[in-house]
């Protein structure tokens, strides 16, 4: 991006991501995640893609090669390095903020459908999955949904986002 904009031109990178720790995002996160992880002891809240992910570790066997690449497994943090890898190539002015938010998901199909299509895990190991293996993580996902929504609970759905920006001397 640098090599190809003109002197003055501006930049923008958005990176799906949770926010830094030692933000005050970070901070407000961490006390939203400590608030839902009681109401999920509760059973009172599902959260994607978490929840599809453990009933397939709990119910199909362990791959033998990574589930991501293996870029991203040693890169686990990319993320907070974003902002000094934009100025170390030479940006100037760059700025960064951080937005999350969590959709609340109205029926379990919908739950089920956001979950298989973006939980990468979830995707390749119900592909492969027996019939007989599929329909028993989907029923269980199912009741355990009908379970919490019963309960006045919620299916949730959280998204985070880093904003990143600079411009070119």
């Known amino acids: 991006m640098?090599?190809?904009l003109r002197p003055g031109g501006k930049?923008?990178?958005?990176v799906g991501s949770s926010p830094s720790l030692s933000t005050l995002d970070g901070w407000i996160a961490g006390g939203q995640h400590a608030y839902s992880l009681g109401?999920?002891?509760m059973g009172k809240r599902l959260i994607a893609?978490?929840?599809?992910d453990l009933l397939i570790d709990k119910h199909l066997p362990k791959p033998t090669e990574l589930e991501i690449t293996q870029w991203s497994n040693e890169h686990s943090h990319f993320?907070?390095?974003?902002?000094s890898l934009t100025e170390s190539v030479g940006f100037k002015s760059v700025?960064?903020?951080?937005?999350g938010?969590?959709?609340?998901?109205?029926?379990?199909?919908d739950f089920w459908d956001l979950q298989i299509t973006f939980s990468s895990k979830a995707r390749k190991r119900m592909a492969t999955a027996s019939e007989a293996n599929f329909g028993l993580i989907k029923d269980e996902f199912t009741k355990n949904c009908q379970k919490v929504m019963s309960r006045g609970g919620?299916?949730?759905?959280?998204?985070?986002?880093?904003?990143?920006h600079g411009v070119r001397p």
């Open 2 to 4: 640098y090599r190809v």
């Open 79 to 83: 993320t907070g390095s974003v902002v």
């Open 49 to 52: 893609c978490n929840y599809l």
């Open 101 to 109: 938010q969590q959709a609340i998901i109205e029926t379990v199909d």
């Open 39 to 41: 109401l999920q002891i």
């Open 154 to 164: 919620t299916l949730v759905y959280p998204t985070g986002t880093l904003f990143v």
């Open 11 to 14: 930049m923008a990178i958005a």
């Open 95 to 99: 700025k960064s903020e951080w937005l």
